[in-house]
């Protein structure tokens, strides 16, 4: 119940088009619900974040659309770059235990 | 511009071995955290700390402890480092926001350490 399930462990988009991977999970309790975006060699840094009160999230490029009776959300990546090719991780937490239960990640290849 | 710290990049340790690894954060942040990074198995919690000397386990604690001496310092301790132990050891941390102490939020995380074990 405290798995948080993403998909698809690997994805190759051509520039310019639009990358999508997605997340479900369990747990109702959950109330946070962040992406990180990690490269090569660095740790995962904070992409976007979306709360279960709202359906979706924009910021620039990056989407997050959240359906909450079904317990799933995904993120869109808009206009995919070659500089967007990283491993992507979905999370989700609750209350004030501050622990992010992280999704399985997904590697994003962009090919110019 | 550093804000979370992790002492080394790679290590390679024989089994038996007692390994330590170290994690510094220079942002005043209550709360760190001990992730493994394995492929197809995400980021896996292995021990956080609220505070000075305080401790919680995570999931997958079996073979590890930790130690918070200083609010910057988190050590995390493979008492007898095995095989299955090879892994990418990530440190984060996180203020703690807002009355009531609303965690979760904000995560920074180091670079990673990769640790062999032969």
């Known amino acids: 119940q405290q798995q948080v399930k993403q998909s698809p462990q690997s994805l190759i988009v051509q520039k310019g088009g639009i990358s999508i991977i997605n997340c479900a999970y369990e747990?109702?309790?959950?109330?946070?619900f962040p992406w990180y975006q990690q490269f090569p060699g660095k740790g995962p840094a904070l992409l976007i974040a979306?709360?279960?009160?709202?359906s979706e999230k924009k910021e620039g490029r990056f989407t997050i659309s959240f359906n909450k009776s079904a317990k799933q959300f995904s993120l869109h990546i808009m206009d995919s770059q070659p500089g967007d090719s990283a491993t992507y991780f979905c999370?989700?937490?609750?209350?004030?235990?501050?622990?992010?239960?992280f999704g399985q990640g997904t590697t994003l290849q962009v090919k110019p | 511009d550093v804000k979370v710290t992790q002492s080394s990049r790679y290590l390679v340790k024989r089994t038996g071995e007692k390994v330590f690894l170290e994690c510094v954060q220079d942002?005043?942040?209550?709360?760190m955290f001990w992730y493994r990074q394995d492929p197809g198995l995400g980021l896996r919690l292995i021990y956080f700390?609220?505070?000075?000397?305080?401790?919680e386990k995570g999931d997958i604690p079996e073979g590890y402890s930790v130690s918070r001496e200083k609010k910057e310092r988190f050590s995390l301790i493979l008492e007898s480092a095995s095989t299955n132990q090879t892994s990418m050891y990530l440190c984060?941390?996180?203020?703690?926001?807002?009355?009531?102490?609303?965690?979760?939020?904000?995560?920074?995380f180091g670079s990673g350490t990769r640790l062999t074990v032969v």
């Open positions: 984060a941390s996180s203020p703690t926001l807002g009355t009531g102490g609303r965690l979760g939020y904000g995560y920074t």
């Open positions: 747990n109702t309790a959950f109330d946070y």
């Open positions: 979306i709360r279960p009160d709202v």
């Open positions: 999370a989700a937490s609750f209350g004030n235990t501050g622990k992010l239960i």
């Open positions: 942002m005043d942040h209550e709360n």
């Open positions: 700390s609220y505070d000075v000397k305080m401790k």
